[in-house]
C-alpha cells in the first residue's frame, strides 16, 4: 500500500466541483470532511492540552515553580524557532498537496528535511543569543549539553510541525492526533524518571525541556512503525526539483506565517523579562486554557483551507458552516471556561489563580474577534492573496505584541492580556470587510476591503 495517499473529495479526478453545490449528498460529504478532520486536528490539541494540564501539575510539584517557569520559558523559545524553521512549509503543504503531481511522499520527505536543516541552524544560533534574550534563558543552554539538547529540540519541533499540517493537507489528520497523544504521554511519563536528578534549577529545567523532545522522537517513531505495519511506505526520497519551484510560494507563506504566529511566541517572552520565570508558569497554564478555546476555529479554518485549495467554488457555502460551527462552539466553551477559570488555574496553586485569572478570562473573550481574524486568514491563503494577507497581519502582529508590552508594565499579566484583546478586537474590525465579501461570493470585493 502506497502511504502518504490523499483522502477526501479533493484531488485530480475526484475534486469536487462547482456542480457540487447543487448536489446535497455531495454537500454533505464535503461538510463531514470538513468536521472529521478538524475534529482530528482539534481533538490532537484537546489531547495535548489535557495532558499538558497534567504535565504543568505534576512538574510544578515535582520540580518546583521556578524551575517549571524556567523551563517553560524554554519550550516558548523552542516553539520560536522552530516556527521561524518552518519556512512556510507548514500551510504551503496544506495547499499544495491537493495539487501535487508527484507522489505527496516525496513533497513532505524534502519538506522535512529543510525545515529540519532550518530548525538546527537557529536552534545553534539561539544558544549564544540566550542570555542577551534572558540572563535565566543563557543560563539553560549555558552548557555544552545544554546546547545540544536545545537544538535538538529546535529541530524536533519544526520537523513535526510540518509533518501534522502535512497529513492535514492529505486529510488524514487521524495521523497527526494519534501522534501528538503519544507525544503527550510519554512526556508526563519522562517526568517521572527526571525527577530523580537532584541538582542545580538550570539543569533541573533542562531536563524538563528534554522531555519535550523525548516525546517528538518517541511519537514518530512508534507512528512510524505502526504504518510500516500496515504495509504503507513511510519514507520516499525528496523531491528537490519540486521543493526549488515552490521556493517563492514557501517564503510568502512562511512571512505570513510568522506575521501572525509570532505574538503567541513572543507573549511568554514578555512574561519573563518583565514579571520573572515564575509568572511565566502562571501564564503558560492560562494560555493554554486559552488556546484551547481558540484551537477550535483555527482547525476549521485549517480543514477550510484544504477542501477549497483545489476548487474555490465553495468556498462561501463552506464558510458558513465553519463561521457558524466556530461561533456556536467558542460561544459554548467560553461558557465553560469563564466561570471556572479561577478553580481550575487554582488546581495548580493559590498563586496561579491569582496571577491568570484576569488574564484567562479575557484572553479566552478575545477567541470572538480570532473568529473573523483565522477566517480572513483562510479566504487570502484560499485565494492566494499572501502577499497582501501578510501587512494585514503583520500590522496587526506590530500591534499585538506593542499594546501586550504596554500592559504588562502597567498592569501584569492582567494588562498584558488586555493589550492583547484591544490589538484582536481592532484587527478584526479591519478585516471584517474581507470575510463578508467572501461570504457572499465576492471576491472582487473581497480584494478591495
Not at 174 to 180: G, I, P, Y
Not at 228 to 242: H, M
Not at 354 to 360: C, D, K, P
Not at 385 to 402: C, H, K, W
Amino acid at each position: 500500500m502506497d502511504g502518504f495517499r490523499c483522502e477526501g473529495p479533493r484531488r485530480e479526478g475526484s475534486v469536487v466541483k462547482g456542480v457540487a453545490a447543487q448536489n446535497s449528498p455531495r454537500r454533505l460529504q464535503v461538510d463531514r470532511t470538513i468536521l472529521s478532520n478538524a475534529v482530528s486536528f482539534f481533538g490532537a490539541t484537546a489531547a495535548t492540552a489535557t495532558l499538558g494540564f497534567a504535565y504543568s501539575f505534576f512538574a510544578d510539584r515535582l520540580f518546583g515553580k521556578d524551575a517549571f517557569g524556567l523551563a517553560q520559558a524554554g519550550v516558548s523559545a523552542m516553539m520560536l524557532l522552530g516556527g521561524l524553521g518552518l519556512l512556510g512549509l507548514t500551510t504551503l503543504l496544506v495547499g499544495e498537496l491537493p495539487r501535487a503531481r508527484t507522489q505527496p511522499g516525496r513533497l513532505i520527505t524534502a519538506a522535512l528535511a529543510v525545515s529540519g536543516l532550518a530548525g538546527a541552524l537557529l536552534g545553534w544560533l539561539f544558544c549564544f543569543l540566550a542570555p542577551l534574550v534572558s540572563p535565566e534563558l543563557g543560563s539553560l543552554v549555558a552548557s555544552p549539553l545544554g546546547k545540544l539538547l536545545f537544538t535538538l529540540g529546535v529541530i524536533l519541533t519544526t520537523v513535526t510541525q510540518v509533518f501534522d499540517y502535512a497529513m492535514v493537507g492529505l486529510l488524514r489528520s487521524n495521523l497527526q492526533l494519534w501522534r501528538n497523544i503519544l507525544a503527550s504521554s510519554v512526556r508526563v511519563g519522562a517526568l517521572w524518571l527526571a525527577v530523580f536528578y537532584q541538582g542545580p534549577l538550570q539543569i533541573v529545567a533542562l531536563l524538563v525541556v528534554s522531555t519535550w523532545t523525548l516525546g517528538h522522537i518517541v511519537s514518530l517513531v512508534l507512528l512510524g512503525a505502526a504504518l510500516r505495519a500496515r504495509g504503507e511506505r513511510v519514507w520516499w526520497r525528496p523531491d528537490w526539483s519540486a521543493m526549488r519551484d515552490l521556493k517563492a510560494a514557501a517564503l510568502s507563506h512562511h512571512a505570513l506565517n510568522i506575521s501572525w504566529q509570532a505574538p503567541s511566541w513572543v507573549f511568554p517572552l514578555l512574561v519573563t523579562a518583565f514579571l520573572g520565570a515564575s509568572f511565566n508558569a502562571s501564564f503558560y497554564v492560562a494560555w493554554m486554557m486559552f488556546f484551547l478555546v481558540f484551537k477550535v476555529t483555527e482547525s476549521l479554518t485549517t480543514v477550510l483551507y484544504a477542501v477549497n485549495a483545489a476548487d474555490t467554488s465553495l468556498l462561501a457555502q463552506k464558510m458558513r458552516f465553519t463561521l457558524k460551527t466556530s461561533l456556536a462552539l467558542t460561544v459554548l466553551a467560553s461558557l465553560v471556561v469563564l466561570p471556572v477559570a479561577p478553580f481550575a488555574l487554582g488546581l495548580f496553586g493559590e498563586t496561579y489563580a491569582q496571577e491568570a485569572t484576569g488574564a484567562l478570562r479575557l484572553l479566552v473573550l478575545g477567541v470572538l474577534a480570532l473568529i473573523v481574524k483565522m477566517h480572513f486568514l483562510a479566504v487570502s491563503q484560499v485565494q492566494r492573496r499572501i502577499a497582501r494577507a501578510t501587512r494585514y497581519m503583520a500590522a496587526g502582529a506590530v500591534l499585538e505584541i506593542v499594546l501586550a508590552a504596554l500592559g504588562v508594565t502597567w498592569g501584569g499579566m492582567t494588562g498584558l492580556a488586555l493589550g492583547i484583546v484591544i490589538a484582536q478586537v481592532i484587527e478584526a474590525a479591519v478585516m471584517a470587510p474581507t470575510v463578508l465579501g467572501a461570504l457572499r461570493g465576492q471576491p472582487r470585493l473581497a480584494t478591495a476591503s
